[in-house]
């Protein structure tokens, strides 16, 4: 005889998974930026490309209200840019 999963246990398990889902998303968000720093940058110049501009602003609000972060994300940038 088996045992259905409780429903609380049941939710936990969805609520866990959509949490690591979102978490790994917003993880390749801001890794994005790195390959996509000279499109970007292009963008922040000309000002073609809004829908660039306007998919990375979060990142470059963030960057100005935290210092570590700012210094983090250049950092990583640099790897990009320099390579």
């Known amino acids: 005889m088996t045992?259905?999963?409780?429903?609380?246990s049941r939710f936990k398990k969805l609520l866990v998974r959509f949490a690591?889902?979102?978490?790994i998303l917003l993880v390749?968000?801001?890794?994005?930026?790195?390959?996509?720093?000279w499109k970007w940058e292009d963008?922040?110049?000309?000002?073609d490309n809004d829908t660039l501009l306007i998919f990375y602003m979060p990142?470059?609000?963030a960057s100005e209200l935290s210092e570590t972060f700012r210094t983090l994300i250049n950092g990583y940038i640099e790897l990009?840019?320099?390579a």
Do not use: D
Request: proline fraction near 10%.
């Open 59 to 61: 990142l470059m609000v």
């Open 3 to 8: 045992t259905q999963p409780r429903p609380k």
């Open 20 to 23: 690591t889902r979102v978490l």
């Open 80 to 82: 990009w840019v320099y």
């Open 43 to 47: 963008a922040m110049m000309t000002g």
């Open 28 to 37: 390749v968000y801001v890794l994005s930026i790195g390959p996509m720093y």
